[in-house]
């Protein structure tokens, strides 16, 4: 793998971290409601739900989507259910009040933070798709093993930096502090995109 195709592999991935989507809306929200500590786990679980689906692409699931299409269908009516569920969540538990930091508990465990931003990640499955077509165009067939974990660890670390960088500037004192008089109008705004997601990626 050449240097130029390597910096257009990272380009691509980084690109791909920081397109909107279920991942970056929940790093926002979880940095803002529970603090950046709790982001960072969920942002690598989100960085370890890409590593997922890029192996999966590295190894022709995309071919068995193409093979099999009602496989592609019933992963993303899955994902998108998931999403739609937490969407409705969010919308529904709203109007709770929201508890300050001096009194609060931790929010919720590492290891649980880190499997909902797994759960989020894999909830979409357009990232093999999407993978596929970035391994297809960047990685030559001869490329050593070596080389594909390191590609790995680029996708994991890009996915994960990115999340946090999002759950950091959310979880800002200014920011919690004007969340605070709008909690039920922003929960509901982020409930709402998340469930709109959901259908968006069922539909597609």
């Known amino acids: ?14 690109f791909a ?5 279920p991942a970056v809306l929940m790093s926002a929200r979880t940095g803002l409601t529970e603090g950046l500590r709790t982001g960072v ?16 692409a ?3 699931l995309n071919l068995l989507f193409v093979a099999a299409p009602a496989l592609l ?7 998108a259910a998931y999403l739609v569920w937490m969407g409705w969540k969010l919308w529904r538990l709203a109007p709770e009040p929201f508890v300050t930091a001096d009194s609060r508990p931790v929010p919720r465990s590492a290891l649980s933070a880190f499997r909902l931003g797994l759960f989020t990640q894999l909830a979409n499955p357009k990232p093999a798709v999407m993978f596929s077509a970035i391994f297809l165009g960047t990685v030559p067939p001869e490329t050593p093993l070596w080389t594909y974990a390191a590609l790995l660890a680029v996708i994991f670390a890009s996915e994960t930096l990115w999340n946090t960088l999002v759950a950091r500037i959310f979880s800002l004192e200014r920011t919690r502090a004007g969340y605070v008089g709008l909690k039920t109008v922003i929960d ?15 539909a597609t």
């Open 41 to 56: 786990m969920l942002a690598m679980g989100i960085g370890a739900g890409a590593v997922v689906w890029a192996s999966t």
């Open 188 to 202: 509901r705004g982020f409930g709402g995109l998340l469930a709109i997601l959901g259908l968006k990626i069922a």
């Open 58 to 60: 590295m190894f022709g």
């Open 73 to 79: 269908w019933a992963l993303k009516i899955g994902g």
């Open 17 to 21: 971290a920081i397109s909107p989507g």
């Open 1 to 14: 793998m050449t240097l130029a195709a390597f910096m257009v592999f990272v380009g691509l991935v980084v």
